[in-house]
């Protein structure tokens, strides 16, 4: 649907209620894979982390890994879910070439982990307690690329080549119940969701969290009941939103798309959809019913998790602090106003921060550095911030710059070198010898040559328009190649005119 | 020097350890028989010569260097085609697969190679395991050694051809509802199924993953245990492998040929697995051994099983539905043949499907779709969740029986070896031949069939069946030894002595004749 047909949003609002649900997967960083030996771990030549049982040879059978389970039962923990006594795993049947096996070892019944909570907090400051339904374990597909197309997509395609190394690396689904009375809300409570979702995979350790690698995935559901009805609407699924930014825009679009949709009469197909993120809308995946048939059936190569109530317990006196608490926590000890730490949070650089703190930066310089050139710097690389440069150089170029050795500008410069490979923030002062002159008997040499050859300028100083003294400090900053420290040459412009009379 | 083919893996053992034969000599006169007969028998699909020969050199070499070997070094052994081996095609009898040469080695493999043991080859099968009487194969069926118009049961016909024609010591077969046991009955051949989770299945092209175990196929109850011992085990590799530590099963089995072995022994006869429906000469057999136990000091005691009578039913549920999963990694992406629809567009869909009609044979997909029908939502509980409570109660039988009995036996198939084509046109009548054996795959319990006699209407084995509780797998082997010594002293020699000579070359199928010596 173009743009121009959805309905406005307020108008929707007026005549339907959004019905939320969110099926988030998280990948687990654990170091092998879920059923086998092999490497978890991307950016290998395509198959080579594969063996029998991840590429489904005859033969091959699985072995559960133990680390995820124990991830999955801390993720479980942190959402607030009962861990089961006896769960177990199930095959869930469907013939894609991206699944070795053709069938997904996964959890139905049984799940690891259920009934959990989640506060969220809205910008508005509204409390939303998404349910948890459950959270099970599974392993992931491989990754097709399809070759020969013009939208790299399967249609249009020549072939495509599937690549293994992903099939059967760690997964935990995380399902939510249905999410109602979110209302006006409803987008902004689905990026809220996966957010906090991420912050806490993050905090657990149990993820690497990248949603721009699909570590984190999040599939929305939407449907809208009509005004006045107790009646459900037909719910769409829109699968592998990977922003949050995305997860915001895509209920939102489906919102306007299906009340204009319903408005004119029309109905709402049960599908998936395939979000776009360069166009800002969805569009028809395929048609998915309650009906679907995936025949489950319990894995009988495997035999039932039972995670004893003790190691359960143990688990759980691991947990870090909720990360919601922690954002409370950590702005008030930084004193930041919501806005400043608003901005932290949104770059994701509270880690960041956090540790340039612990390393000795005042807050408000960790946070000007982070969101400032960091960011900057990150943005046009095309990377995370907190990437490119360690938390401990940041504050040891902080220190440099509180200790007058370094300007701002140099700072800059130096934090350059720095994530260009140069070395700590003082190897680089040395190497790039970008330290601040602060020899004034240098300084006084190129300030008496530019009074010398502006005598009109030292003429009106000396009448005491002291604004005036600008021209010279520019001549000698650039004298200087910008290593002085202005204030300073500012002084000694004033001192030396005086002097000069 | 003996005819070296005759000899039992035991008495082989001890000829190569003391070097009064070589591996390679033992080896070399095995592939010369296969060469003899093979053509008539069609008991194996591949025959490695090279590589054994070269194994077997390197055994010898190790012998002479001093080194102290297994008892099993230098023994030649043929592998089902069900195992993956790495230096050999592995089809599973089944066109699908035809030439795939795995990138790896099923554990049992590994182990029996680990242990100095000789692959000559792999043995024939019907496809997938899904069979009776090795009909199946995609390859063409086996034909059993005491008269070729008949089958050698299924679906490790090739296994059990193997050894009881003499071109193989051992072998390894699989078992998921009677695939060791049926075709060793109708052979006149060991075979034991083992505990399920006591040997490693990884490597084992599943066909219905909660019932497959790999066992040993021999032609004397010591060289069953002497291979159980090699291949049996804790694998990391299988997460279903039981990690108890095992008694040695050859020390039970010697255990079992001591004097008054049997005396008090409380033997159970399960009163569902006899009677009607049995032949007469099987039945008739069945009761004169019996009669030996009693004489040897054992206790007969009768007991009933009445879930029993659902076995066959729930068998046939959750074999299809495990069956119907297992194979659909079977899709020409990544291994086995690819065949491309006749017309219309090359989807991957289509391309699976072309390759699934074109690979698979008519059982296989006769139990696909019946498995996946089964599973289907709305008739899981009715049919799937129903034969697993069957299962539960069949246990339970099981259960009831061993808190009386030490072991239970049966006769190990309800017929002699029927003629080819007999059952083809009806799945039942097929199904129903596996009676007997499918209950101790449904409870995971051990199991041994033996040969107990010729019957007489047709002269043809007949394979007496021993069931053990879980676990129990060494009292199978004592008893088991203790039995067979009973009987081959009242024959006076072995079931196999009797079996026809085969001609070499000429054979074809049919010329073979039936034993004229008629019953033991």
Redesign the interface.
Same mark, same amino acid.
């Given at each position: 649907m173009k743009k121009a047909e959805l309905m406005d949003y307020d108008k929707a609002l007026e005549l339907f209620e959004p019905v939320l649900g969110f099926e988030v997967h998280v990948e687990l960083n654990t170091k092998t894979k879920m059923f086998c030996g092999c490497a978890n771990e991307f950016g290998q030549g395509a198959n080579t982390n594969t063996c029998?049982t991840c590429?489904?040879?005859?033969?091959?059978?699985?072995?559960?890994n133990a680390k995820a389970i124990e991830s999955s039962i801390r993720l479980g923990l942190a959402l607030g879910c009962e861990i089961a006594e006896h769960s177990r795993f199930a095959?869930k049947?469907y013939?894609y070439?991206d699944t @070795?096996?053709?069938?997904q070892t996964s959890q139905y019944d049984e799940p690891i982990a259920f009934n959990g909570q989640l506060t969220i907090e809205l910008e508005s400051g509204r409390l939303v307690t998404v349910d948890i339904e459950r959270a099970h374990m599974e392993d992931d597909a491989g990754k097709l690329t399809h070759v020969g197309g013009a939208t790299g997509r399967i249609q249009g395609a020549d072939y495509?080549l599937?690549d293994y190394n992903r099939g059967g690396v760690p997964l935990v689904e995380i399902v939510t119940q249905m999410i109602e009375g979110g209302e006006a809300d409803s987008p902004e409570i689905g990026r809220t969701y996966v957010a906090a979702i991420r912050e806490i995979v993050k905090a657990l350790g149990v993820s690497n969290a990248r949603m721009e690698e699909g570590n984190v995935r999040c599939d929305a559901n939407v449907s809208l009941r009509p005004r006045g009805s107790n009646v459900l609407g037909t719910r769409t699924e829109t699968k592998n939103v990977n922003s949050l930014r995305s997860v915001e825009r895509a209920v939102r679009y489906e919102i306007q798309r299906q009340a204009a949709l319903l408005h004119a009469g029309g109905t709402i197909t049960q599908e998936t959809r395939h979000w776009h993120e360069d166009t800002g809308i969805t569009s028809a995946g395929r048609p998915k019913s309650d @009906?679907d048939?995936y025949?489950?059936?319990p894995e009988?190569?495997?035999?039932p998790v039972a995670p004893s109530r003790e190691w359960v317990e143990e688990l759980r006196a691991t947990l870090p602090e909720p990360p919601a608490a922690r954002r409370k926590r950590l702005q008030a000890d930084w004193g930041f106003a919501d806005l400043e730490f608003q901005d932290v949070v949104n770059s994701d650089l509270l880690d960041a921060v956090e540790a340039t703190i612990a390393a000795g930066a005042a807050p408000q310089a960790a946070r000007k550095w982070w969101t400032g050139e960091v960011a900057r710097l990150a943005n046009v690389s095309g990377v995370s911030a907190d990437s490119l440069v360690q938390p401990v150089q940041v504050a040891a170029l902080i220190e440099l710059v509180v200790a007058g050795t370094l300007t701002d500008r140099l700072a800059r410069q130096v934090l350059e070198g720095v994530i260009g490979g140069e070395g700590t923030p003082i190897e680089v002062v040395e190497s790039r010898g970008l330290a601040v002159v602060s020899d004034d008997g240098a300084l006084i040499a190129a300030i008496d040559e530019a009074l010398a050859a502006q005598p009109d300028v030292l003429a009106k100083i000396r009448d005491g328009k002291v604004q005036a003294a600008g021209a010279v400090i520019g001549a000698v900053m650039k004298a200087m190649r910008g290593q002085a420290d202005a204030a300073r040459v500012r002084e000694l412009v004033l001192e030396r005119a005086g002097a000069a009379e | 020097m003996a005819n070296v083919i005759k000899l039992s893996a035991a008495d082989l053992s001890g000829l190569l350890s003391d070097r009064s034969v070589s591996s390679v000599e033992v080896t070399q006169a095995h592939l010369d028989r296969i060469d003899a007969i093979d053509t008539g028998v069609h008991a194996f699909l591949h025959v490695a010569g090279e590589a054994a020969l070269a194994a077997a050199a390197r055994i010898d070499a190790r012998r002479a260097a001093g080194e102290v070997l297994g008892p099993l070094a230098g023994v030649p052994i043929a592998i089902k085609d069900v195992?993956?081996t790495i230096d050999m095609p592995?089809t599973?009898g089944s066109k699908i697969?035809e030439g795939?040469i795995?990138?790896?080695d099923?554990t049992v493999v590994r182990r029996v190679r680990d242990a100095g043991l000789i692959p000559l080859g792999k043995t024939n099968m019907d496809e997938f395991a899904m069979g009776s009487s090795t009909e199946f194969s995609a390859y063409g069926p086996t034909h059993n050694p005491w008269d070729f118009d008949r089958i050698p049961g299924g679906s490790g016909g090739g296994s059990a051809a193997a050894v009881s024609s003499f071109e193989a010591p051992l072998a390894l077969g699989s078992d998921t509802g009677g695939s060791i046991r049926q075709p060793a009955a109708v052979t006149g051949s060991v075979g034991v199924k083992p505990t399920y989770g006591g040997v490693s299945?990884?490597? !084992?092209?599943?066909l219905? !993953? !909660?019932l497959d175990q790999v066992g040993p196929v021999t032609r004397t109850v010591l060289d069953a245990a002497l291979l159980h011992d090699v291949i049996g085990g804790h694998d990391?590799?299988?997460?279903?492998s039981l990690t108890d530590t095992w008694p040695s099963m050859a020390a039970a089995a010697r255990a079992g040929l001591a004097d008054g072995a049997l005396k008090g022994v409380r033997v159970g006869v399960v009163t569902e697995l006899n009677g009607d429906g049995f032949q007469s000469g099987v039945s008739q057999r069945f009761t004169e051994t019996l009669a030996l136990l009693a004489a040897a000091g054992a206790e007969i005691v009768e007991v009933s099983a009445p879930n029993f009578e659902y076995a066959i039913a729930a068998y046939y549920l959750i074999l299809p539905?495990?069956a119907?999963?297992n194979l659909?990694?079977?899709?020409s992406?990544?291994?086995g043949i690819r065949v491309n629809p006749e017309d219309g567009p090359l989807t991957?869909?289509r391309v699976?499907a072309a390759t699934r009609d074109a690979g698979f044979g008519p059982e296989v997909k006769r139990r696909i779709i019946l498995g996946?029908y089964a599973?289907?939502?709305g008739y899981?509980d009715a049919y799937?969740g129903s034969a697993q409570k069957v299962r539960t109660l069949i246990q339970r039988d099981f259960e009831a029986a061993f808190a009386k009995v030490d072991v239970l036996v049966s006769p190990s198939a309800p017929t002699t070896a029927f003629k080819f084509g007999e059952k083809m046109a009806d799945p039942m009548a097929m199904y129903l031949n596996d009676v007997t054996t499918i209950p101790a795959n449904l409870a995971g319990i051990p199991g041994m069939s033996l040969p107990m006699g010729l019957a007489p209407e047709d002269g043809l084995p007949v394979g007496l069946q021993i069931m053990a509780p879980a676990k129990m797998d060494a009292r199978l082997y004592s008893f088991g030894a203790a039995v067979e010594a009973l009987l081959e002293a009242s024959w006076g020699r072995t079931l196999l002595s009797q079996a026809p000579e085969l001609a070499p070359k000429a054979m074809s199928a049919g010329t073979a004749s039936t034993s004229t010596e008629g019953a033991v």
């Amino acid at each position: 649907m173009k743009k121009a047909e959805l309905m406005d949003y307020d108008k929707a609002l007026e005549l339907f209620e959004p019905v939320l649900g969110f099926e988030v997967h998280v990948e687990l960083n654990t170091k092998t894979k879920m059923f086998c030996g092999c490497a978890n771990e991307f950016g290998q030549g395509a198959n080579t982390n594969t063996c029998p049982t991840c590429l489904g040879l005859p033969g091959g059978l699985p072995q559960v890994n133990a680390k995820a389970i124990e991830s999955s039962i801390r993720l479980g923990l942190a959402l607030g879910c009962e861990i089961a006594e006896h769960s177990r795993f199930a095959r869930k049947n469907y013939f894609y070439p991206d699944t @070795a096996k053709n069938f997904q070892t996964s959890q139905y019944d049984e799940p690891i982990a259920f009934n959990g909570q989640l506060t969220i907090e809205l910008e508005s400051g509204r409390l939303v307690t998404v349910d948890i339904e459950r959270a099970h374990m599974e392993d992931d597909a491989g990754k097709l690329t399809h070759v020969g197309g013009a939208t790299g997509r399967i249609q249009g395609a020549d072939y495509s080549l599937v690549d293994y190394n992903r099939g059967g690396v760690p997964l935990v689904e995380i399902v939510t119940q249905m999410i109602e009375g979110g209302e006006a809300d409803s987008p902004e409570i689905g990026r809220t969701y996966v957010a906090a979702i991420r912050e806490i995979v993050k905090a657990l350790g149990v993820s690497n969290a990248r949603m721009e690698e699909g570590n984190v995935r999040c599939d929305a559901n939407v449907s809208l009941r009509p005004r006045g009805s107790n009646v459900l609407g037909t719910r769409t699924e829109t699968k592998n939103v990977n922003s949050l930014r995305s997860v915001e825009r895509a209920v939102r679009y489906e919102i306007q798309r299906q009340a204009a949709l319903l408005h004119a009469g029309g109905t709402i197909t049960q599908e998936t959809r395939h979000w776009h993120e360069d166009t800002g809308i969805t569009s028809a995946g395929r048609p998915k019913s309650d @009906a679907d048939d995936y025949r489950y059936f319990p894995e009988p190569d495997l035999v039932p998790v039972a995670p004893s109530r003790e190691w359960v317990e143990e688990l759980r006196a691991t947990l870090p602090e909720p990360p919601a608490a922690r954002r409370k926590r950590l702005q008030a000890d930084w004193g930041f106003a919501d806005l400043e730490f608003q901005d932290v949070v949104n770059s994701d650089l509270l880690d960041a921060v956090e540790a340039t703190i612990a390393a000795g930066a005042a807050p408000q310089a960790a946070r000007k550095w982070w969101t400032g050139e960091v960011a900057r710097l990150a943005n046009v690389s095309g990377v995370s911030a907190d990437s490119l440069v360690q938390p401990v150089q940041v504050a040891a170029l902080i220190e440099l710059v509180v200790a007058g050795t370094l300007t701002d500008r140099l700072a800059r410069q130096v934090l350059e070198g720095v994530i260009g490979g140069e070395g700590t923030p003082i190897e680089v002062v040395e190497s790039r010898g970008l330290a601040v002159v602060s020899d004034d008997g240098a300084l006084i040499a190129a300030i008496d040559e530019a009074l010398a050859a502006q005598p009109d300028v030292l003429a009106k100083i000396r009448d005491g328009k002291v604004q005036a003294a600008g021209a010279v400090i520019g001549a000698v900053m650039k004298a200087m190649r910008g290593q002085a420290d202005a204030a300073r040459v500012r002084e000694l412009v004033l001192e030396r005119a005086g002097a000069a009379e | 020097m003996a005819n070296v083919i005759k000899l039992s893996a035991a008495d082989l053992s001890g000829l190569l350890s003391d070097r009064s034969v070589s591996s390679v000599e033992v080896t070399q006169a095995h592939l010369d028989r296969i060469d003899a007969i093979d053509t008539g028998v069609h008991a194996f699909l591949h025959v490695a010569g090279e590589a054994a020969l070269a194994a077997a050199a390197r055994i010898d070499a190790r012998r002479a260097a001093g080194e102290v070997l297994g008892p099993l070094a230098g023994v030649p052994i043929a592998i089902k085609d069900v195992l993956a081996t790495i230096d050999m095609p592995s089809t599973a009898g089944s066109k699908i697969l035809e030439g795939w040469i795995p990138p790896y080695d099923a554990t049992v493999v590994r182990r029996v190679r680990d242990a100095g043991l000789i692959p000559l080859g792999k043995t024939n099968m019907d496809e997938f395991a899904m069979g009776s009487s090795t009909e199946f194969s995609a390859y063409g069926p086996t034909h059993n050694p005491w008269d070729f118009d008949r089958i050698p049961g299924g679906s490790g016909g090739g296994s059990a051809a193997a050894v009881s024609s003499f071109e193989a010591p051992l072998a390894l077969g699989s078992d998921t509802g009677g695939s060791i046991r049926q075709p060793a009955a109708v052979t006149g051949s060991v075979g034991v199924k083992p505990t399920y989770g006591g040997v490693s299945r990884y490597g !084992s092209i599943a066909l219905a !993953s !909660s019932l497959d175990q790999v066992g040993p196929v021999t032609r004397t109850v010591l060289d069953a245990a002497l291979l159980h011992d090699v291949i049996g085990g804790h694998d990391p590799l299988d997460s279903t492998s039981l990690t108890d530590t095992w008694p040695s099963m050859a020390a039970a089995a010697r255990a079992g040929l001591a004097d008054g072995a049997l005396k008090g022994v409380r033997v159970g006869v399960v009163t569902e697995l006899n009677g009607d429906g049995f032949q007469s000469g099987v039945s008739q057999r069945f009761t004169e051994t019996l009669a030996l136990l009693a004489a040897a000091g054992a206790e007969i005691v009768e007991v009933s099983a009445p879930n029993f009578e659902y076995a066959i039913a729930a068998y046939y549920l959750i074999l299809p539905a495990e069956a119907s999963s297992n194979l659909a990694r079977f899709d020409s992406v990544r291994f086995g043949i690819r065949v491309n629809p006749e017309d219309g567009p090359l989807t991957s869909e289509r391309v699976m499907a072309a390759t699934r009609d074109a690979g698979f044979g008519p059982e296989v997909k006769r139990r696909i779709i019946l498995g996946t029908y089964a599973l289907s939502a709305g008739y899981y509980d009715a049919y799937y969740g129903s034969a697993q409570k069957v299962r539960t109660l069949i246990q339970r039988d099981f259960e009831a029986a061993f808190a009386k009995v030490d072991v239970l036996v049966s006769p190990s198939a309800p017929t002699t070896a029927f003629k080819f084509g007999e059952k083809m046109a009806d799945p039942m009548a097929m199904y129903l031949n596996d009676v007997t054996t499918i209950p101790a795959n449904l409870a995971g319990i051990p199991g041994m069939s033996l040969p107990m006699g010729l019957a007489p209407e047709d002269g043809l084995p007949v394979g007496l069946q021993i069931m053990a509780p879980a676990k129990m797998d060494a009292r199978l082997y004592s008893f088991g030894a203790a039995v067979e010594a009973l009987l081959e002293a009242s024959w006076g020699r072995t079931l196999l002595s009797q079996a026809p000579e085969l001609a070499p070359k000429a054979m074809s199928a049919g010329t073979a004749s039936t034993s004229t010596e008629g019953a033991v």
